[in-house]
């Protein structure tokens, strides 16, 4: 199993900035893809930004030039800065991430989810 654990949420007013950590841990893994995710009450989760091992990373179109995910694969971690936030963004934001342990399936892992609320 893989435990991602997330951090950093809270209130802020828009236009403010926030920063969202989460960190995987468990038995031996592999991350490929590890990123985030959220959800607006009465709304389905979306993208938010997710990043590729070596690859490409993914924006949603909401955010793109205002949130910056970044990633650090010797600790398993990534990081969402957002910033110029704006009442829209209100969410729980997920961290998630594709993993595989040796023997096993790929599978998708989520964490217990962090609440972001902007005010106006």
């Known amino acids: 199993q893989v435990q991602l654990v997330e951090s950093g949420g809270g209130l802020v007013q828009a236009g403010g900035s926030l920063r969202l950590s989460c960190a995987a841990s468990?038995?031996?893994?592999?991350?490929?893809?590890m990123g985030w995710y959220r959800q607006a009450p009465g709304k389905q989760r979306e993208l938010v930004a997710v990043?590729?091992?070596?690859?490409?990373?993914n924006y949603a179109d909401s955010v793109k030039g205002r949130f910056t995910i970044s990633r650090d694969n010797a600790k398993n971690t990534v990081d969402l800065q957002m910033s110029s936030l704006k009442p829209d963004d209100t969410a729980v934001y997920y961290c998630y991430a594709k993993a595989s342990q040796p023997g096993l399936l790929t599978l998708n892992y989520w964490g217990k989810g962090t609440l972001v609320t902007v005010s106006s």
């Open positions: 990043t590729s091992s070596g690859g490409p990373t």
């Open positions: 468990g038995s031996i893994f592999t991350i490929n893809d």
